[in-house]
T-cell receptor
Framework: DAKTTQPNSMESNEEEPVHLPCNHSTISGTDYIHWYRQLPSQGPEYVIHGLTSNVNNRMASLAIAEDRKSSTLILHRATLRDAAVYYCILRPDSYGQNFVFGPGTRLSVLP | GAGVSQTPSNKVTEKGKYVELRCDPISGHTALYWYRQSLGQGPEFLIYFQGTGAADDSGLPNDRFFAVRPEGSVSTLKIQRTERGDSAVYLC??????????????FGSGTRLTVV
């Protein structure tokens, strides 16, 4: 499985933008980049995913480096509810591949 | 239903007992997954069902763990002779299509199993 590397933890102030980095230097051409987050006492929740181009949705933006060896999840305006563990996961576009979760980045949002 | 439902939300059992954990996926989702999450770790894959059959059970830690999905909807994870090391949050997820790169999962809130 292609591996990702994320910082163990990050802090942000409320109402400021947050940039969560993910390195995936061994990514292959057919790997999708997925981001999930896990709020306390809940299961992981889908945030966003992409393949090559930057992506935007109502929750976040995903910026993918041109060489695809890294990506950044952008929360445009952090709220206290965004405090969670954020997982960056690579998933091959072939039948039979699971999501493999690493330890993720624990984001703390300060009021 | 609107989301993935897991019951019970909490289960405390004595070492050596048998437990069953239930997952009710989103209606129409053919793919169902079980994960286990220990404190401070990311979820760890256990088993994947496509319809009624277990398409991949490579993550089950040993033969004390077993899961079924007899009618292709609700699934039950069964643990025999529970051990203290089985204590974890057991997560269930479902997806509309089989596992391909762009498809995402919807997770339930999990069952917290504590073996005393």
């Amino acid at each position: 499985d292609a591996k990702t590397t994320q910082p163990n933890s990050m802090e942000s102030n409320e109402e400021e933008p947050v940039h969560l980095p993910c390195n995936h230097s061994t990514i292959s051409g057919t790997d999708y980049i997925h981001w999930y987050r896990q709020l306390p006492s809940q299961g992981p929740e889908y945030v966003i995913h992409g393949l090559t181009s930057n992506v935007n949705n109502r929750m976040a933006s995903l910026a993918i480096a041109e060489d695809r060896k890294s990506s950044t999840l952008i929360l445009h305006r952090a709220t206290l509810r965004d405090a969670a563990v954020y997982y960056c996961i690579l998933r091959p576009d072939s039948y039979g591949q699971n999501f493999v979760f690493g330890p993720g980045t624990r984001l703390s949002v300060l009021p | 239903g609107a989301g993935v439902s897991q019951t019970p939300s909490n289960k405390v059992t004595e070492k050596g007992k048998y437990v069953e954990l239930r997952c009710d996926p989103i209606s129409g989702h053919t793919a169902l997954y079980w994960y286990r999450q220990s404190l401070g770790q990311g979820p760890e894959f256990l088993i994947y069902f496509q319809g009624t059959g277990a398409a991949d059970d490579s993550g089950l830690p040993n033969d004390r763990f077993f899961a079924v999905r007899p009618e292709g909807s609700v699934s039950t994870l069964k643990i025999q002779r529970t051990e203290r090391g089985d204590s974890a949050v057991y997560l269930c997820a479902s997806s509309l299509t089989p596992r391909v790169g762009g498809d995402g999962y919807t997770f339930g809130s999990g069952t917290r199993l504590t073996v005393v």
